[in-house]
């Protein structure tokens, strides 16, 4: 539980067909040093993660089905609102971000007082995470687009191992991107005025399974965010200080 004195933080893990790597996320979540709730977000899963979640000592909030990352992540952030929690982590629930991070993500959100959204950036270690050159290619227009369009300049857009403070918590509970929500998130708190800083994390392997990202939703993906990017862009300005 979170302590009495301090902000009261809450981890947040949206979670479909994860039974073979939640229960292990779950127990080294609890084993770190930040005093934090966790949240676990059943997505409709149609194997045990929700049972495997519970008993490894997390809450979990069951969808009726499978309705996607964006609307699991939004419920995690509806639940850190109605709770009046301070700051919420987002993380993965396959192992691939590890637990350890999270005090990282944390204390660079308290120590930055200037920042609402700390991003856990794969991409500064260059003898760390290594990605595929098309993956690469990707990100590389994404931050381009987020750069030019919202004057963003983030070195891991697609991260989605980040910590966030109570006036994201607050919009994100209200408006949230529904499917490959990452970029789109970053645009959406740009555009409301909120300040993001990045800091290095570790990328693990992931604990089991496999990714749900197949070469056509990849397609998909870099055709459906560069347009959302540029309605945004198109909508209005963005708002806020500069992020680098």
């Known amino acids: 539980m979170a302590a009495a004195t301090g902000p009261r933080v809450l981890v947040i893990i949206p979670a479909y067909n994860e039974a073979a790597s939640i229960a292990g996320v779950v127990a080294k979540v609890c084993r770190t040093p930040v005093q934090a709730d966790l949240l676990v977000v059943n997505d409709g899963s149609l194997d045990a993660t929700a049972g495997l979640a519970r008993q490894a000592g997390a809450v ?11 609307v699991a992540r939004q419920t995690g952030y509806q639940y850190a609102e109605s709770k009046n929690y301070d700051i919420a982590v987002q993380m993965d629930a396959d192992g691939q971000h590890d637990p350890d991070d999270i005090m990282t993500l944390v204390e660079a959100l308290l120590k930055d007082r200037q920042a609402d959204i ?7 270690d260059r003898q760390g ?15 381009a687009l987020l750069k ?4 963003l300049k983030v070195g891991d857009p697609t991260s989605g191992f980040q910590a ?3 006036q994201a918590i607050e919009l994100f509970s209200r408006i949230y991107p529904t499917d490959f929500p990452e970029v789109e998130a970053l645009a959406l708190a740009r555009r409301h005025g909120l300040k993001i800083t990045e800091v290095p994390v570790s990328m693990l392997r992931r604990q089991g399974g496999s990714s749900s990202i197949t070469p056509l939703k990849a397609a998909y993906y870099m055709i459906k965010v560069p347009l959302s990017l540029f309605i945004a862009f198109i909508k209005g300005e963005p708002q806020g200080g500069d992020n680098g």
């Open 60 to 70: 979990v909030l069951d969808l009726p089905f499978n309705l996607g990352i964006g």
């Open 118 to 124: 700390v991003i856990g950036s794969r991409f500064f």
């Open 129 to 143: 995470y290594r990605s595929t050159i098309f993956r690469k290619l990707g990100i590389g227009i994404l931050k």
């Open 148 to 151: 030019l369009f919202f004057g």
């Open 164 to 166: 966030v403070d109570r």
